[in-house]
């Protein structure tokens, strides 16, 4: 079909974004966005095609290997490792692309750094999808390195210092979403360090330079003391980043050459010579030297992502693309004129296309909790400047457009709204929304700055420059209020809490008592009663994800040092200290709270069915629930059916969730990080409530064991919100959301008709005032008919590119499971009034 | 468990995977005995990994079934932590699973679902 | 024995002609691109499938 305005119209008509995405974009564009591997796993295993890479595990077993007998710390042991595997990785560089740099050796490897866990290593033994042909070679190696690596993984190394108790809990995978692992989590970074154009690679090396000078003459003056022994561990820490910073320049320096090897030697199109040229003169300057352009200060970007992922698994990837690569946006396209609009959106399509590839080999619940895409890369957009004024620029309004047409379902975007947001943003923000790509998220600045604040004690001009550290929660990117490392296991699957009340703590699913034993619930006389041991499971699970993460914490900058990011973090640079250590860091920790709204519905409905009407006792409950329902199907309907819900503003649900997040709240403040800042918990779910489905036994809210949890965060139950869109907000504005905890998610659906053209504008802008107005801190949409999704489920094949949002991350429908799917379906579809 | 010592712990649990100087322990995480503990219906994976522990939904913390004569033990709390390729040939609970769905594309059922690669066509 | 100094596809450091790239073409089923994997000037070359004499 030729592209004209009519057939664009039809296929409006139609909401086939993808095809309109296709019709739009660039050449280039469209074959770079075709030419991407797609990473993420679906269901629980990785796509047919990609492969585990070896090249990168061999060379750091043999680096390894020759480093056993050296003199060198471990943490330059471990720089030169990664050095190592930089200085010798195959590097590709793909036909029109325009930016370099891909974690593997050939575009469509998973990488899988062997060094993190040796039960991660024995994952990959046990793929039964994507280990490299023949089989019996690839098998000869892994064995090699798993035997090697065994006893020497971070994981086996931390252990025996982690209260075992504690860590087993976790590694069931009942109650926790993770490993207390410094090298595996979400890295937040230090971008006013490293991102304002002030400095790069070699003003940092040339800083480390004086810092070691300085030590070590101050090491050897006529004295002695603790400070100057502190001063040897200094200096080995400046030297393990001065390692990373000139392996990467080197790494840059063999893109130029390849670059400039294919233009002088097989190019023939004079036009792509050129574009060889400027990616070598690029890959000569920067990471080296501060950017110059946009197309450096992406590469620059995209190669300090890349090396901190060459150092530890990062599920997450805390970016605000706008206000840092702003500057140079506005100073190509608009002052000196050297790149066109279009130009430059097809560097922005392509560095989204860049993230989307990255892939990194990650254990079963990372992936089946995140279904379709690689971790959360959620990017903040919007916001406003550390003096309070608006910093939304051009570079926003060309990531919101680049999204739409490339499509990507990772990274995904969360918008910073404020009330000095400008018509012309937020209509691109809508148009993104009203084309079904499920974000950007909203989110309510205001608030989470105040939440900021209130909670971590940042700041106002630090808080400021939050951004998301994962799907939700925010964080500063300045000095001491970025924090290096959240680890996923301070993620609790707190449907157990309510759970665990019927059981005294035991986990019937996994065989294990893994929470507090509180007396038979059968004996509790009052709802007090029962809620207080509500309160004691709630206060047992949480500590119990928060220990080993505390701990993890404090071994971090002793045994599973980061040399790269710490050379990227001014604290770290100043200090000498592993960016790690928790004395150099405000702390910015959080708990999330995945399955959270299960506990207020089963809460309500014991209330109103057992000790307001005594239909119920305790005792018959505890058994129904035990049998998992079986042979009370009328009494699980009741419980259903007849039971308040949250989510339809009424005040005896709605009460409950207040006293549950202020115990909560309450206990945030008496957990306590290793930098002394509290612990608030953050509601929401990625694909956990699929994930969970099996591990979550019977609960009093009607559910049975395998039924999908809800969606999460705050959102009601699939179509249990039955009294529209207002009451929706009116219960979520009941919680406060600066003091009640970190961040709260919540899911929308729209209904694709209602938001077409100006006037779904004006319904959708009407909306997100009363929303903002009531002080909800995030919302999220999906905007697709469930006509639409039904037959994408039948005919996959004919709907590749229709996203949709999960929770707290967007996927391609098709790349997860049946049962998320339906779960989205099932969702509310709300109409606007 | 936290009576257990520290190593016992984690040897009991498989926590740290094979360890060091354990010779062919790697090379055994491919043999599939005839009768492995993961086709087996009292066997629960963990629902974190697929690095091929789990848990005995029958016998308890204490049993050994690759001893000879096997220890079983019926009364406690806790499972017994087993490996999906544990040989189960000694074990007399033993009760060889009906898979519904082994390919893997649905989301984890710790009650019917092994996706490792060496119980792929079992 | 042929070495990979003497392929086509080698191509030397300027600064150290012992060590150099083996740069490739690639088309797998989604995308074409060049690929360069540092490798030894003298490395014996005979196993090499894509060896190709200059």
New interface residues.
């Given amino acids: 079909m030729a592209v004209t305005a009519e057939s664009l119209k039809e296929l409006e008509k139609k909401q086939a974004w993808w095809w309109i995405a296709e019709k739009k974009r660039s050449r280039r564009l469209d074959y770079l966005r075709k030419a991407v591997w797609k990473k993420g796993a679906i269901g629980g295993l990785y796509p047919a095609g990609l492969i585990v890479d070896l090249e990168r595990p061999v060379l750091q077993t043999e680096k390894a290997r020759e480093l056993e007998s050296s003199a060198d710390p471990y943490v330059i042991k471990f720089a030169k490792i990664l050095a190592h595997v930089l200085d010798n990785k195959t590097i590709f560089i793909t036909d029109h692309s325009q930016l370099v740099g891909y974690l593997g050796s050939t575009p469509n490897t998973i990488t899988w750094d062997p060094s993190l866990a040796s039960i991660l290593n024995h994952e990959v033994i046990n793929d039964p999808q994507c280990l490299p042909e023949p089989l019996d070679d690839s098998l000869r190696t892994i064995k090699d390195i798993v035997n090697y690596w065994a006893g020497k993984s971070d994981l086996d190394k931390i252990l025996p210092y982690m209260d075992l108790d504690d860590s087993m809990k976790i590694l069931s995978g009942a109650i926790g979403w993770g490993v207390p692992l410094a090298r595996g989590g979400y890295s937040g970074k230090d971008y006013e360090y490293i991102m304002t154009g002030k400095r790069a690679f070699e003003d940092i090396i040339a800083e480390l330079d004086r810092r070691i000078d300085d030590a070590y003459a101050k090491a050897h003056e006529p004295s002695a003391s603790k400070e100057i022994s502190n001063l040897y561990d200094k200096i080995n820490n400046w030297e393990a980043m001065k390692i990373t910073l000139e392996a990467g320049i080197r790494y840059a320096k063999r893109y130029a050459r390849l670059a400039r090897i294919i233009a002088e030697n097989f190019e023939t199109d004079p036009a792509r010579r050129e574009e060889l040229l400027k990616i070598a003169r690029t890959c000569e300057h920067v990471p080296a030297k501060p950017p110059r352009d946009l197309q450096e200060s992406l590469q620059y970007d995209l190669f300090i992502q890349l090396f901190s992922r060459n150092e530890a698994i990062e599920g997450a990837w805390p970016a605000r693309p706008d206000y840092y690569h702003g500057p140079y946006y506005e100073k190509d396209v608009n002052v000196d004129r050297v790149l066109t609009e279009e130009e430059a959106l097809d560097l922005v399509g392509e560095f989204l296309i860049r993230a989307y590839e990255v892939s990194q080999y990650k254990p079963k619940w990372s992936r089946e909790g995140l279904q379709g895409i690689e971790g959360t890369w959620v990017w903040t957009l919007g916001g406003v400047k550390p003096d309070g004024s608006d910093a939304c620029n051009g570079m926003t309004i060309a990531l919101l457009k680049a999204a739409r047409l490339v499509r990507v379902s990772n990274p995904t975007f969360a918008f910073r709204w404020h009330p000095k947001v400008s018509d012309e943003v937020m209509r691109e923000c809508f148009e993104c929304i009203r084309q079904g790509l499920g974000y950007p998220s909203m989110r309510n600045d205001p608030v989470l700055v105040a939440n900021a604040m209130h909670w971590h004690g940042h700041p106002i001009e630090e808080a400021r420059t939050w951004v998301h550290q994962a799907c939700m929660s925010p964080a500063p990117t300045t000095k001491h209020g970025f924090q290096p490392m959240r680890m996923a296991n301070a993620t609790a699957n707190t449907a157990k809490i309510i759970e665990y009340v019927f059981t005294s703590g035991y986990d019937n699913i996994v065989n294990m008592q893994i929470g507090a034993e509180t007396p038979p619930v059968e004996t509790f006389k009052s709802y007090e009663e029962f809620f207080q041991a509500w309160v004691t499971q709630m206060k047992h699970v949480f500590s119990l994800v928060v220990r080993p993460v505390n701990r993890g914490r404090m071994l971090a900058p002793t045994l599973t040092p980061r040399p790269f990011l710490s050379a990227v973090s001014e604290r770290s640079v100043e200090s000498g200290l592993d960016v790690n250590d928790p004395s150099i860091s405000r702390g910015n920790a959080w708990i999330t709270a995945f399955t959270w709204v299960e506990n207020i519905d089963s809460l309500a409905a014991v209330k109103k069915l057992v000790f307001d009407e005594k239909k119920y006792t305790l005792a018959e409950l505890k058994e129904a629930l035990a049998n998992n329902w079986e042979g009370r199907e009328e009494m699980r309907l009741d419980f259903v059916r007849n039971a308040p819900k949250w989510g339809n503003d009424d005040d005896y649900v709605d009460s409950i969730m207040l006293d549950c997040l202020r115990e909560a709240a309450k206990f945030s403040r008496e957990l306590k990080c290793p930098s002394g800042n509290s612990w608030p918990i953050l509601p929401e779910n990625v694909s956990g409530n699929i994930h969970y489905a099996n591990v979550v036994g019977a609960l009093p809210n009607g559910r049975r064991l395998g039924d999908a949890l809800y969606d999460g965060g705050i959102s009601p139950g699939p179509g249990l919100d039955k009294k529209g869109p207002t009451a929706v907000l009116n219960s979520c504005a009941k919680i406060d959301h600066i003091t009640h905890g970190r961040a709260f998610l919540l899911n929308q659906r729209l209904s694709p008709t209602q938001m077409a053209g100006e006037k779904g504008y004006q319904l959708c802008k009407a909306y997100m005032k009363t929303w903002a107005d009531l002080g909800i801190d995030h919302v999220q949409f999906n905007c697709v008919s469930d006509e639409t999704l039904r037959a994408a489920q039948r005919d996959p094949e004919k709907y590749p590119e229709l996203i949709v949002r999960v929770a707290g991350y967007s996927a391609h429908f098709v790349d997860i499971s049946r049962k998320t799917q339906d779960n989205i379906i099932q969702r509310t579809v709300q109409g606007l009034a | 468990?936290?009576r257990m010592s520290?190593d016992e712990?984690?040897k009991a649990?498989g926590?740290?995977?094979?360890?060091?100087g354990?010779g062919s322990?790697?090379?055994d995480?491919?043999k599939v005995p005839e009768r492995p503990c993961g086709l087996c219906k009292h066997c629960?994976e963990?629902?974190?990994?697929?690095?091929?522990?789990g848990?005995?939904?029958v016998l308890k913390e204490g049993s050994d079934i690759t001893c000879d004569p096997p220890v079983f033990v019926l009364e406690g709390?806790?499972?017994y932590m087993m490996r999906l390729l544990t040989d189960a040939s000694r074990c007399t609970y033993y009760e060889r699973n009906e898979f519904i769905d082994k390919d893997?594309?649905?989301?984890?059922?710790?009650?019917f679902r092994r996706?490792?690669?060496?119980l792929?066509d079992k | 024995m042929p070495t990979c100094k003497e392929c086509k596809k080698f191509f030397p450091l300027e600064e150290d002609p012992k060590k150099g790239d083996c740069v490739q073409r690639v088309v797998d089923p989604r995308q074409a691109f060049y690929q360069a994997k540092p490798v030894e000037a003298d490395r014996n070359a005979a196993s090499c499938p894509s060896f190709e004499k200059r």
């Fill in positions: 468990m936290a520290r712990y984690a649990s926590v740290f995977g094979v360890k060091p354990a322990a790697v090379e995480l491919d629960l963990v629902a974190w990994s697929s690095d091929g522990r848990s005995c939904n709390k806790n499972g893997g594309f649905e989301c984890s059922d710790p009650v996706f490792i690669r060496q792929r």
